[in-house]
């Protein structure tokens, strides 16, 4: 018999997520505090819970996927928490991309209820999730994360366990470092090479043959070139992340010019962006003149 899944958050990635879950044929109980995100769920077979403290007490594993540390810490900690419903020897996966220090404060108070613990952010997109193909960056012990390995296969393809609590937040903060870095100079460049009188679909096609290439010129240049920036990965969620690979940074004392920069911009898109619109909306600081 498998295990039933509570699951908490059914945004953007959540909700498909939870959806494969119930396509393996696992027992899923969901909450999320816009009920109506549920409907389409509840219509599948899921149950609604009463409050994450309810969703907890009936789930084997628990998975949360929420947008900001904020979030996270009202659902664990607020009222009708699901840490007080959880029962011992079952196990949380928290999804969302928060601190590793955030990561471990949840996982000390896991332990003291004998709860097993996983950070598990993920990557891919909400095309990745709808698929069942999300790639899993995972810290915690081994034997926890070969237990509910299966759970994990029912909404991704890869699973890289990096060490203990805290590493799979540490790893997801540095990866979309990246990928915000990547974006941005993908925007610097069309700018520089449309305002020097060449299209810029000229300057991406010679990008594919170079050692310029990379994943974000086949997702998020259409979106830049043709100025249309429905979120797949929303800018406010890129900026949350920089902001805390930057905090980060400054604990460690690393320092990251390029990263403060390009945050500079990514905050001054965020301020006058009337939408909620994806994180390559960063092409916007050149476009608006």
């Known amino acids: 018999m498998k295990p039933t899944i509570g699951f908490i958050g059914l945004g953007l990635m959540g909700k498909p997520m939870a959806g494969n879950l119930l396509k393996a044929g696992f027992p899923v109980v969901v909450w999320n505090r816009t009920k109506s995100r549920a409907d389409e769920l509840v219509s599948a077979g899921a149950r609604f819970g009463a409050n ?12 949360t996927i929420v947008s900001d540390p ?6 664990l900690w607020g009222a009708g928490n699901a840490l007080d419903g959880l029962r011992r020897g079952s196990t949380l996966i928290d999804s969302s991309t928060i601190s590793p220090d955030l990561t471990r404060r949840v996982a000390a108070a896991c332990a003291e209820k004998g709860v097993d613990y996983l950070d598990a952010p993920v990557t891919g997109g909400d095309w990745g999730a709808k698929k069942g193909e999300l790639v899993f960056m995972i810290g915690g012990k081994p ?10 296969e029912a909404m991704g393809k890869k699973f890289f366990l990096l060490g203990p609590n805290g590493s799979g937040q540490t790893v997801k903060l540095a990866m979309n470092l990246i990928l915000a870095l990547e974006v ?4 610097e460049a069309l700018a520089l ?17 170079s050692m310029a290439r990379a994943g974000v010129l086949d997702v998020k240049a259409p979106s830049i070139l043709k100025n249309e920036f ?30 403060a920069a390009a945050y500079a911009t990514y905050s001054a898109v965020k301020e006058a962006s009337k939408d909620d619109p994806d994180y390559a909306a960063v092409a916007r600081f050149w476009n608006k003149s």
């Open 70 to 75: 904020p979030a996270i810490e009202e659902i």
């Open 184 to 187: 941005e100079a993908l925007a």
């Open 193 to 209: 090479a449309t305002r020097g009188g060449v299209a810029g679909e000229k300057l991406v096609e010679v990008m594919q043959s």
């Open 230 to 259: 429905a979120a797949s990965f929303p800018l406010r969620l890129m900026h949350k992340d920089m902001r805390l690979a930057l905090e980060l940074a400054a604990k460690e004392g690393v320092t990251l010019p390029a990263a």
């Open 143 to 152: 034997e926890v994360f070969e237990r509910v390995k299966p759970v994990f």
């Open 52 to 63: 994450p403290r309810d969703t907890a007490s009936e789930a084997d594993v628990l998975i």
